[in-house]
């Protein structure tokens, strides 16, 4: 069985966004970049389901890539609750965040996402620490906060700049937050996208704190000789097998899921003589522990 924390949920209002910062028709954006059009939330949300169904894969956490489209992946998770998590981006320095938050999490999201260096924000920031009062209040939600270089393939198909401040990134600034509410799962994914070492630091210190392996990874390039097999068991050695959540990063159609990202991990995971058990619990049980059905909205 196998369940993926890290799908990106591409849904028209996705395309819609992108294609209103370009100045163009969505058709036309979803032209350029050879993408499927996803058509509506609930037939994208179906379709996710039957590939789910021809890859052989259990359940999957599903992201809005856009702030303000938490209803798509509300819309999908209602439609297949056992086989959808959702979670969704929020800015919080927005005056509707906290809104938006509650309105999702009552909805039945489950993750809050938090992406710093593209909304150019602190994580001490007040209305960061006051967000993520609320999601440690509702209990069954995590906060998935992206740290490291951040890269968006769509804009960067579409011409879109990306002003990313890669210093507001820092994984050592997820600290005060998962030490103030040690209950709360924290996730943090690609391993740190490049400042590795930071997460590893503050997965040391927290142990709240979880890595999403997802995506091939490409910030290894940044560590001359670093490979994937060697990122896994200092992984391991320090936040444990119980900590690792597989994500492959999929997104759009008509790749769909991306099984090349689980067939590199595996692979990586045989070669360091990682137990059939604990491949398990990477691949699937951890996820299953945070997201269990029965305690589903």
Known sequence: MICDAHVHFF??????TLAGQRQVATADAIR??????????????DRWVTELDAQGVSRVALIASVPGDEASVATARERHPSRLIGYFMVDPTNEDAENRVRSALERGLRGVCLFPAMQGYSLHDPRVLHLAEIVAAHQRAVLFVHCGVLSVGARQKLGLPSP???????????????????????????FGAGLFREALMLADQCPNVYFDTSSSNAW???????????????ALAVAGVDRLLFGSDSSFFP?????????VQRAALVDLGVSNAQQTQIFSGNFEKLFPLESRG
């Open 32 to 45: 350029h970049l050879g993408w499927d059009d996803p058509i509506s939330a609930e037939a994208l949300a």
């Open 220 to 234: 290894m390039k940044y560590q001359p000789g670093l490979t994937l097999e060697q990122v896994f068991e200092t």
């Open 164 to 190: 990313f401040d890669i210093r507001y990134g820092n994984p050592l600034d997820v600290e005060a937050i998962a030490m103030r509410h040690s209950r709360m799962p924290i996730v943090i994914p690609h």
């Open 255 to 263: 790749r769909g899921w991306h099984r090349a990202i689980y067939n």
């Open 11 to 16: 849904s028209p209002a996705f395309f819609a």
